[in-house]
């Protein structure tokens, strides 16, 4: 049995979840996220709460449904309420970020700047090395965060590159000259 499928999602004030067949809809003070529902997860709502259940708790997919669908409610419900948060750190000689209107314009090593163009559901700030996105929409922010990552991603010699602020880069000796006998 799905344990984050079984826990009864709170709706807190301020917050209007609208349920059609296919899909739902939250909205709240940062945005609104809608979401198609699969057939097999069947989402109650009552008082100001959201249960969830499938049709066969036997069969394995079904079970992994009922938390996913769980898990993505719960996320778009903090999303709108709360919003997200990532934070990108660029490390090397040279390396530079920097706002270019609403858009990150990096040198990062390469013979010309990228400019990353952010979307309308994420807002970049930069401050000295460091690269804050934040959104409503958990997915989105991943995405784009990866998509940044990847234009130049972290090497384990010297550790230069863009990686997320959490991350640990394992570092790895480099070449030894040898020893002449």
Known sequence: MS????????IPEGVTVNMTDASIEVKGPKGTLVRQLNDKVEVKMEDNSLTFDVKNKEDKKERSLWGTFA???KNMIVGVTEGFKKELEVN???YKVAM?????????????PVVFKMPDSVK??????????????KEMLGSIAAEIRSIRKPEPYKGKGIKYM????RRKAGKTAAKGE
Do not use: P, W
């Open 3 to 10: 344990r984050i499928g079984k826990q009864i999602i709170s």
């Open 71 to 73: 898990a993505h409610l």
């Open 92 to 94: 090397g000689v040279g």
């Open 100 to 112: 270019q209107g609403k858009d990150i314009k990096l040198e990062v090593g390469f013979s010309h």
């Open 124 to 137: 970049a700030s930069v401050e000295k090395n460091v690269i804050t996105l934040e959104s409503y929409d």
């Open 166 to 169: 959490e991350e640990i880069i």
